[in-house]
């Protein structure tokens, strides 16, 4: 076994073993802990997909935590499958195809599982690039999105917000919420255990935060639902109001 | 009259043979509805598979050397023809297990299961403009011949005849699979090269049973 040890792994199946490296270099940006492999082109070089490949990738991504494979084009998915049907049963148990757009889906699955978030939660994260940033996850939580005119859920509602503890700030690093930020911002959402929001998406969404496109003195709005949510929206909010360390 | 080790490699080698003959064929119908690779990565994958043959053991089965095919197309196509056949031809080493000699019922089980082989990876159906549009024909065909107790030659025949028709069906038919269903109508009027494909590994299957078969008077017709 081998991989990162407690990281769920992240494998890149693609017809161009350009455009799998790519990913694990772009991905690698924001999750540089964890253990990112390209399974790319045919063995030969050529375009194309291959079973070999795919499978030693697999294996060299898992720690014991699981594997997100992303894909390309049909037989990459083709291929991913049957590589999974090789594996030993206890192995194929922690693997899962991860159906996603290949660089969103990617990048988004990297993060989660940099953040050390469990097998679930990093398909999750990669399948919420299909649905524009609402991660599936979050769908059966009540507290995470409190619909219009929906009563609080335990939080003393105040006003017409109806959140336990919210605090609004204002972005002032040059380029905005843009990639890495928001991957930064993710990971130390996924440090807390409560639901926080940004502006009504869900905090541990980096694609959901990175859709809102927030710029440089956009106003934003860290919320919770969770009476103990403070301590995580401060900690957020502190964030954005540092710059994340940029100009 | 049963089919043994003797048949499955002969219509392994005649299979590579006929794909490496259609090479330019199965090239051209890929390229009007696909990528135009589906004729150089099968006969890619049938040159590794014959390259392995000889290595086979002499007291090797039927089962053992379809899994030989198997694998090494899976490793070998690239293409999404590797995994889609490589799965075929897999739950059929495991269809037929350990059997040394073949019958037609075993024959039978042996093109029901790679047929769902590839119904299994592919999840395409009957009329999608797949190679399934070749295999389900002679699936049902080769059942009907055994079901009517035609020997194995008859068999194999029916179902080549069958994957043959069913193949040249696809021309008129809109894909739902595959890079084809990229193009919507465009690919009316076209045949489908995976379907072709089959309907050659299995006229292969056939040949290969009456030029083995000294029981058949009539072997070719």
Redesign the interface.
């Known amino acids: 076994m081998s991989g990162t040890p407690g990281k769920v792994g992240v494998v890149f199946v693609s017809h161009s073993s350009k455009i799998a490296e790519g990913l694990v270099e772009l991905a690698a940006q924001m999750a540089q802990g964890t253990t990112l492999v390209a399974a790319g082109g045919t063995d030969d070089g050529g375009i194309g997909t291959s079973f070999d490949k795919a499978g030693q990738a697999i294996a060299e991504a898992d720690s014991g935590e699981g594997v997100a494979v992303l894909c390309d084009l049909g037989s990459a998915i083709l291929t991913a499958e049957t590589a999974l049907d090789f594996l030993d049963d206890d192995v194929r148990d922690r693997v899962r195809i991860v159906d996603a757009p290949l660089v969103e889906g990617g990048v988004a699955a990297a993060v989660a599982a940099e953040s050390g978030a469990p097998l679930a939660e990093v398909v999750a994260a990669g399948r919420s690039a299909a649905s524009g940033g609402d991660e599936t996850t979050s769908v059966d939580d009540p507290a995470a999105a409190p619909a219009a005119g929906a009563p609080a859920t335990g939080a003393a509602a105040s006003g017409d917000r109806q959140v336990g503890y919210s605090r609004t700030v204002t972005i002032v690093n040059r380029d905005g919420l843009h990639a890495r930020p928001a991957a930064e911002f993710v990971k130390l959402a996924g440090t807390f255990d409560v639901k926080a929001t940004v502006n009504g998406k869900d905090a541990k969404s980096l694609l959901g935060i990175m859709a809102l496109g927030l710029t440089k003195g956009a106003s934003v709005e860290v919320a919770s639902a969770d009476p103990a949510g403070r301590e995580a929206v401060d900690a957020l909010a502190d964030l954005i109001e540092t710059g994340f360390g940029e100009a | 009259m049963t089919l043994g080790i003797d048949w499955t490699t002969d219509w392994i080698r005649r299979s590579a043979a006929v794909v490496s003959e259609h090479r330019g064929e199965l090239i051209t119908l890929d390229r009007e509805i696909g990528d135009g690779?589906h004729g150089e990565?099968l006969d890619r994958g049938f040159t590794a598979v014959l390259a392995k043959l000889d290595d086979l053991p002499a007291d090797a089965s039927p089962g053992d050397a379809l899994k030989l095919v198997a694998t090494t197309l899976?490793?070998?196509?690239?293409?999404?023809?590797?995994?889609?056949l490589?799965?075929a031809y897999l739950k059929a080493a495991g269809a037929v297990g350990q059997e040394k000699e073949l019958d037609g019922a075993a024959l039978v089980a042996l093109l029901t299961a790679a047929r769902d082989g590839v119904v299994l990876?592919?999840k395409a159906e009957s009329g999608d403009k797949t190679m399934i549009d070749a295999w389900t024909p002679a699936v049902d065909a080769a059942s009907a011949a055994a079901a009517d107790g035609q020997d194995e030659v008859a068999i194999l025949e029916a179902a080549a005849a069958a994957a043959e028709q069913g193949a040249a069906a696809t021309e008129p038919l809109v894909a739902r699979k595959?890079?084809a269903s990229y193009l919507g109508e465009r690919a009316i009027g076209h045949r489908d090269p995976g379907a072709q494909s089959s309907s050659l590994l299995l006229r292969a299957a056939a040949v290969a049973a009456a030029g083995t078969s000294p029981a058949s008077p009539s072997a070719g017709q």
Request: avoid cysteine.
């Open positions: 690779d990565n899976i490793s070998t196509v690239g293409g999404a023809s590797g995994p889609l490589g799965t990876r592919g595959g890079r």
